[in-house]
């Protein structure tokens, strides 16, 4: 299996980092690392829900992150994939599929982040688009949103 992990200890009920993975009011406070934003996020979330992330470079350039939500279990568990492009319909190009997991842990929450790729190949590309800083730094922001909300 081609994965990638982050996983963490945070000081904060899972419920707020299930709201913050799913509020579109909140996605965009978190979700990309600087210098790079959120101009855009709709969540339907719910299995066989569509979601879409626009994600915006400092120079202006977009990229749509379109997915379904394939199991979603309030405050413990959400896994999404990039393989549909919304309700059943398949995407060009299936890059990956994520799962969060939002596990209580000494009135904490560890916070578990697996990242499935199709290929070797779309798990390199996946490490030299900076996986390990991107995905932490953006998990760093979540953690200190959650710790506002």
């Known amino acids: 299996m081609y994965e990638l992990t982050i996983t963490r200890l945070i000081d904060a009920p899972r ?4 709201r913050a993975w799913t509020d579109p009011a909140l996605i965009p ?3 990309c690392p600087p210098p790079w934003g959120v101009s855009e996020a709709k969540t339907d979330v719910r299995t066989g829900g569509s979601t879409l992330i ?3 470079g400092p120079e202006g350039q977009e990229v749509p992150n379109r997915g379904v939500y394939l ?10 994939t990039d393989a549909y492009s919304e309700a059943w319909v398949p995407s060009e190009k299936p890059f990956m599929t994520g799962i969060l997991t939002f596990e209580e ?5 560890r916070y578990t982040a697996v990242v499935r790729h199709w290929t070797a190949e779309d798990m390199a590309q996946h490490e030299a688009m900076g996986f390990e800083q991107g995905w932490g730094i953006a998990t760093d922001q979540l953690e200190a949103l959650v710790q506002q909300i």
Do not use: D
Request: net charge positive.
């Open 105 to 109: 842990e000494g009135g904490k929450t």
């Open 29 to 31: 406070r978190w979700f």
């Open 71 to 80: 199991e979603v279990v309030p405050n413990e568990k959400i896994v999404f």
């Open 15 to 18: 419920e707020k980092l299930f």
């Open 54 to 56: 626009v994600m915006r």
